[in-house]
């Protein structure tokens, strides 16, 4: 943390004050990482959180005393945390409007008192404690003036050995974590520099001018008007005042789009974006930012005016680009053309028009970037253009490897494609010599590397040689990498790659890098042996290529199409261990499409797959594994694992935890056999959910994400629930809620939300604060976290011990759940009801959730063929007319008459919870004429309708919606048919 914000950070020159954070993206960046680190760090390391700080840290708060709660003695403008140290001082002391805190645990609890404002506490932090390693730790741990490197940990070590006790040790532990946050935060910064996009106010200026051409009140413009706030442009460029532009702004320009209102933008070096808008006639500017940062004024405003950007994608006219004036490259034919046409008009007006044009194409450019290639070229031209793009923007990749052939293998090169080229000349005719040109690229790109050509000579033998030269050109191509970039790019662009493709279909066995059918020869047994070695060769090396291949869907049908799963199979047979490897790798990568699992199952090789997972290999383990995991999306396979005994392998390799790839293969096949509860039942009997438990710490996100999948599907049953909770599994699930990775997140919340379901293990979820984690992850942007979120969220609040309290207690929570029905995703909607239905069983919640207005969104909901969402919407419907007048409101928002379609679904769930809902709505009377008016007793007791069994089986609110309409029925609203009729209806 020491080095990275020394280095890393922006901070403002130095002045009369002291230095601040620049408000920049990276600072922000970086502010948000140490953020997480310290919210994490009392659930990750809860004893290290309990170190008591050699200084506190010191800063000046924003934070009001009242928003302390529990655990803390307020008193006025004071507040003193009852966790205390060994002298009876407390670890945080807050006297407006200073602040200490001496130790991580309270950190984390301070952010999270501070809610929205943690970014202005962190930052404040920061920037009055500009070595917080040394406060914590003391000078000897000083990071600031150690390198990143083996010199800090030795020199820890060191204090250790000096200083043996408990408390030094948890301080080593400390400054190695803070060690780690350091080096994260260096290479997130490097990460973000990388990617970051300065602007400069010419930049802006030629942006803003061209959007202005484009700008009217026309249909076809982009913009109604854009215009800047101030008409004073100082010397360096700039319009915004002086004290603005230390801190990087360039201007401020007010935007106003066909479809949105004015926009008023400030556009930085370090990118574009909203600001507060004027704050008075005479025209001051709120120069704090609202919403975030966009790399250059186009992308905002394609983000915010849907118009905009499509009036901007018609561009359809084709502008010419001129070359700089630096630059000697040759002009295009096109640009010669527009040259001498413009030459008839006047000097003026060209020059005016290709200043337009110029600016047109850049803009199109940035916009609808192109990958057609010009057709007015030759193949040829075509090719070379090609190379010389790619050597360009490969350059350094290039240069790198000159040196990747040794001289002794440089030399016997050489002396290939001196054989090659007596062949050649041998068996090559007059008129081809006559043919052959001089070849001048070596001399005019001297600066490629020597093998580039080298590559390319070989080529040209394999196009025109006999088999004797094209078996020594293969032979020495391969003395090449030819993994490498250089090696590639030469082949491609001479055309090799469409000559070693021809070479498959040559009679010659040496030619050939594809023979997957290793046929039986006949005759003497030394023969026969040595046919079938040099088949098994040829067929490895066919894999191989089918191996690499098989990464492309297309490549994928093509193989299936010509036979390739027959084959696979069989050689997936053979004890060659050399050969297995690429056969599975090539299997593994075809399963993930359906057809393939298909074939897989029809061809028997899940048997030779489990086979394999005894193998000692343990790459050959990985694939075998890897393939599993993709096969078991299908529950045939999940039995036919199960039924040939790899369920039992795949518990025991859980315990080799070294190599992590084979790792996260395993434990993700686990993790899908574990669908099926008869797979469930017998990874209980190998003890398994107990190694996955152990598994949930210290692993790489890849092997997490396939380990906690596995515990959530295990989590279905109340046994192994038991065994979670055993094992200390609930602690370590609910610390993995604080992460990013939107697989994570996902199976995390299911397996939490599984265990919920136990009240002793909602109680530890509880005290670890899972819930209110899992509230949080309502916000993320990923439709399916939210989703999995507010399923796991049901369990949580229906066995909470005071679910209304706890549920109020998040501030802003309910507003949040409410406003999650505005979503598109189906899944999210339906959850986002679950929820509610569960929030609505008490009182005051229902209260204010529908003050925050959840009537009218349901109602708008209540159009949906979706009978996942139908059924929750319906129960949410039906719980929220317990208050006021809103069964009334339903019926004004139009939700009724939807609800009774919903009669006719197959879905039986679906009709009992309609049943409940048209029970509620029908304590109104208005509610019965929509109901009558569209049919709901007809649809109910039709012979053709399942909804019968609502009223006849043990669900009653059928019935009972009936009564209910009956006898509402004879309200005199009903001016349509009289009572008589309907009763003749019902009856």
């Known amino acids: 943390m020491g080095v990275a914000l020394t280095r890393s950070a922006q901070w403002t020159a130095a002045g009369h004050g002291a230095k601040t954070l620049e408000v920049t993206p990276l600072n922000e960046a970086i502010v948000k990482e140490i953020i997480m680190f310290v919210e994490s760090f009392i659930y990750k390391y809860p004893q290290e959180a309990n170190y008591v700080f050699v200084e506190p840290l010191e800063w000046k708060t924003n934070l009001d005393p009242s928003a302390f709660g529990s655990g803390y003695a307020v008193s006025g403008t004071t507040v003193k945390s009852e966790e205390v140290d060994k002298n009876g001082e407390p670890l945080l002391y807050l006297s407006v409007p200073q602040i200490k805190i001496r130790s ?8 999270y008192i501070a809610k929205n404002m943690k970014l202005k506490e962190a930052q404040a932090c920061i920037e009055a404690n500009r070595n917080p390693v040394a406060k914590i730790l003391g000078l000897d741990y000083n990071i600031i003036s150690e390198e990143i ?9 060191d204090k250790i050995t000096k200083d043996d006790d408990s408390e030094s ?3 080593m532990k400390i400054a190695l974590q803070l060690k780690q946050l350091d080096l994260h935060l260096l290479n997130h910064s490097l990460k973000h520099i990388s990617l970051e996009i300065r602007l400069n106010p010419g930049t802006v200026k030629n942006d803003i001018e061209l959007l202005k051409q484009f700008s009217g009140k026309g249909k076809q413009t982009v913009l109604e008007s854009i215009e800047y706030t101030s008409d004073y442009e100082f010397s360096n460029g700039c319009r915004a005042p002086p004290w603005r532009q ?6 401020y320009v007010l935007v106003k789009p066909h479809d949105a209102e004015t926009l008023c933008v400030t556009c930085s070096k370090e990118g574009v974006f909203l600001n507060g808008g004027k704050t008075d006639d005479e025209g001051q500017i709120n120069y704090e930012r609202k919403g975030e940062i966009y790399k250059d004024l186009v992308t905002l405003l394609k983000e915010k005016s849907a118009i905009f950007s499509e009036n901007m994608s018609k561009q359809e006219i084709k502008f010419s680009e001129q070359p700089q004036k630096d630059q000697p490259n040759e002009a295009p034919k096109e640009e010669v053309a527009i040259t001498h046409k413009a030459s008839v008009t006047s000097r003026k007006s060209t020059q005016e028009k290709n200043r337009i044009n110029l600016g047109r194409s850049q803009l199109t450019k940035r916009l609808e970037p192109s990958l057609n290639w010009r057709t007015s070229v030759s193949s040829k031209e075509s090719r070379n253009t090609l190379r010389d793009t790619q050597v360009e923007k490969h350059g350094g990749k290039l240069e790198k490897s000159r040196s990747s052939v040794s001289p002794g293998r440089a030399q016997l090169i050489r002396k290939s494609v001196e054989k090659i080229e007596e062949i050649i000349s041998d068996s090559s005719s007059e008129s081809e010599e006559d043919e052959e040109q001089p070849d001048h690229r070596q001399e005019a790109n001297a600066d490629l590397p020597s093998e580039y050509w080298q590559i390319q000579k070989l080529v040209k033998y394999l196009k025109g040689g006999n088999q004797t030269a094209t078996v020594i050109a293969l032979c020495s191509m391969k003395d090449f990498n030819l993994a490498q970039e250089t090696c590639q790019l030469a082949i491609r662009d001479v055309g090799g790659l469409e000559v070693l493709i021809n070479l498959l279909e040559t009679d010659e066995v040496k030619c050939k890098v594809a023979l997957l059918d290793c046929g039986k020869h006949s005759g003497e047994p030394a023969q026969s042996s040595l046919y079938e070695t040099r088949d098994v060769e040829v067929a490895r090396c066919g894999a191989l290529a089918l191996w690499s291949c098989s990464k492309s869907y297309a490549n994928k049908e093509a193989i299936r199409k010509a036979g390739g799963i027959p084959l696979l199979a069989r050689l997936l047979k053979t004890s060659h261990e050399n050969m297995l490897i690429p056969v599975v790798g090539t ?12 074939a897989i199952k029809a061809e028997r090789i899940i048997e030779n797959l489990v086979k394999n997972l005894n193998s000692e290999n343990e790459q050959l383990q990985e694939h075998c594994a890897m393939a599993i995991y993709q096969c078991a999306e299908d529950e045939e396979t999940r039995d036919l694992v199960r039924l040939h005994g790899g369920l039992k392998p795949l518990a025991s390799l859980l315990n080799n935890t070294d190599n992590k790839e084979r790792l996260a293969a395993v434990t993700g096949a686990i993790w899908k056999c574990s669908i099926s509860k008869e797979n469930v039942t017998k990874f209980r009997e190998y003890k398994a959910i107990e190694t996955l438990v152990g598994l949930l710490t210290d692993q790489p996100e890849e092997v997490l994400v396939n380990v906690v999948g596995a515990l959530g599907e295990c989590c279905q049953e109340h046994e192994n629930r038991v065994i979670i909770r055993r094992c200390g599994g609930i602690q370590p699930l609910v610390n993995l809620l604080v992460g990013i990775n939107q697989a994570l997140l996902v199976n995390v919340t299911k397996a939490v939300g599984a ?28 439709p399916d976290v939210k989703a999995s979120a507010a399923w796991a969220l049901c369990p949580c609040i229906q066995n909470a011990k005071d679910a209304g309290e706890m549920v109020r207690s998040f501030v802003g929570g309910l507003e949040l759940v409410v406003n999650l029905l505005k979503s598109d995703n189906k899944e999210v909607l339906a959850s986002v009801c679950a929820v509610i239905t569960n929030i609505a069983k008490d009182q005051e919640n229902l209260a204010v959730i529908t003050d925050h207005g959840v009537v009218p969104l349901l109602s708008k909901l209540a159009n949906t063929n979706n009978d996942k969402l139908r059924r929750h919407l319906a129960e949410t419907i039906s719980r929220c007319c317990m208050w006021g007048r809103n069964r009334v409101a339903f019926g004004e928002h139009k939700a009724v008459a939807p609800l009774v379609r919903y009669l006719k679904s197959n879905d039986t769930n679906v009709h009992r919870a309609t049943a409940q809902a048209l029970y509620q709505l029908s304590e109104d009377a208005d509610n019965c004429v929509t109901m009558h008016e569209n049919g709901a007793v007809k649809t109910s007791f039709s012979k053709y309708q399942p909804m019968v069994c609502v009223i006849t089986k043990p669900c009653e609110h059928g019935s009972r919606a009936i009564g209910n309409y009956i006898e509402n029925i004879r309200h005199p609203g009903d001016k349509s048919k009289s009572f008589a009729d309907h009763n003749k209806t019902v009856t």
């Open 104 to 111: 991580f645990g309270q950190l984390s609890r301070m952010l």
């Open 149 to 157: 490197g083996n010199s800090f940990v030795s020199n820890i070590l």
């Open 169 to 171: 040790e948890i301080k």
């Open 246 to 251: 230390i801190k990087g702004e360039i201007c």
């Open 587 to 598: 299997l593994q990568e075809c399963a993930s499409e359906e057809n393939y699992r298909a």
């Open 755 to 782: 265990c919920a379901v136990e009240p002793e293990s909602m109680m530890i979820i509880d005290r670890l604060d899972g819930v209110r984690l899992l509230w949080s992850l309502l916000k993320n942007p990923h």
